[in-house]
């Protein structure tokens, strides 16, 4: 029955991990929606400054710059520089948060333990209950959240017209090639809903 409580902890990693998807959401200004489907140019907005080091530093404005304009050229866009007229400005933002995840597990997974459920019963104590199976486990998690905006400026009139935002938990010694793929990941989602396409009423 020890394998029960190895396993356990096991088992809610996974489901965890099931969970810990790149979770995306858009919106935009619906009065510029034909504005935006004409698009084709774009120009970068300058690098982002913030407190957290993690988040501001030209590595990682280099890794989001190189997944969205990947992206963007996938779709026809052409990236130009600021003085060449574009249509629209990209700019990002990023953040990385601390949580805590508290989860109950029933050790008895709600099987009729007893005396004569098995032929391993000698290891079963008087009462019927496997020795060290006890009541419900509390496992807390502490886990980092990073949180990628990209916005879409309408370069004519300098007003935010779309905006993408990807969140999805961050290991904490995540390789420098998992990292981007996150980011990669992140930016193909998000940009799969540019130009926006209003459902029909």
């Given amino acids: 029955m020890r394998l029960l409580f190895r396993i356990t902890p096991v088992l809610l990693g996974l489901a965890l991990a099931a969970c810990s998807g790149i979770r995306v959401n858009t919106n935009y200004d ?11 140019r774009y120009a970068w907005l300058p690098q982002p400054q913030g407190k957290d080091a993690r988040v501001y530093n030209d590595i990682i404005d280099v890794r989001v710059r190189m997944a969205v304009d990947q992206e963007l050229k996938a779709r026809g866009y052409q990236r130009v520089d600021m003085s ?19 989860d109950t597990v029933d050790s008895f997974y709600g ?16 009462y019927g209950y496997p020795y060290g199976m006890g009541g419900p486990r509390t496992y807390v998690r502490e886990y980092d959240v990073g949180t990628l905006i990209l916005d879409g400026v309408d370069a004519r009139e300098q007003r935010l017209v779309w905006r993408g935002t990807a969140q999805a ?33």
């Fill in 30 to 40: 619906p009065t510029a929606v034909e504005r935006i489907d004409d698009f084709r």
């Fill in 84 to 102: 060449e007229d574009p249509d629209f400005l990209v700019g990002w933002q990023g953040a990385i948060n601390t949580k805590v995840s508290v």
């Fill in 111 to 126: 099987y009729p333990w007893g005396p004569y459920w098995s032929p391993w019963s000698s290891f079963y104590g008087p």
């Fill in 169 to 201: 938990e961050l290991h904490r010694n995540l390789s420098p090639d998992a990292l981007q793929k996150k980011i990669n990941d992140a930016v193909h989602k998000m940009l799969s809903r540019f130009p926006p396409r209003p459902e029909a009423s």
